[in-house]
């Protein structure tokens, strides 16, 4: 396994602006996946779901982690939220380094996420609906990735670095 601090969870939960504080705190690069993918592909996640679909999005995404599992070392890598969702990809975030899933509850989510438009999945008319259907679907995957789950709802990002670095 290598030594990366790889970050999981559902949108919203946390885990690009908390990796910014670890990163900045253990002094090592931070990896985002879906900023990967975008810098790769000359644009944004919504063009890409609009004019290639959700599959090819996560063709991508496999890319880009057998791509890291290769490369990074010492880094902390925020994935996006799906991509824990394929199974070929749970064998690759193992490999990858020690998995945190931050665990965030529907209406900590909900509250933050209610005016982003830049998740595609969650541009429907129920987004609250959406979400409580996607988390019951996911919140399983996740765990059973994860090395250790970070409860993050009601906590103060300084509580939940410290949970983290604690562990590591
Ligand atoms: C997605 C999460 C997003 C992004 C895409 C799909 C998902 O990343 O990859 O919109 O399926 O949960 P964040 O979790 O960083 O928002």
Redesign the pocket.
Known sequence: MKDNIILIG???SG??SLGIRLSYQLKRTMI???KWIEQRQKRT?SEI?AACGEEA?RKL?TMCLEELTATAQRQII?V????PIRKENHSLLKELGKVFYLKASPETIYERLKNDT????LQVEDPKGRIRA?LEQRSPIYGSCADVTVEVSGKSFEEIVEEIVREI
């Open positions: 559902f949108m919203g885990k690009t985002d996946t879906d996640v779901f999005f995404e925020s996006g939220g799906g991509l830049t998740r595609p999945l996607l």
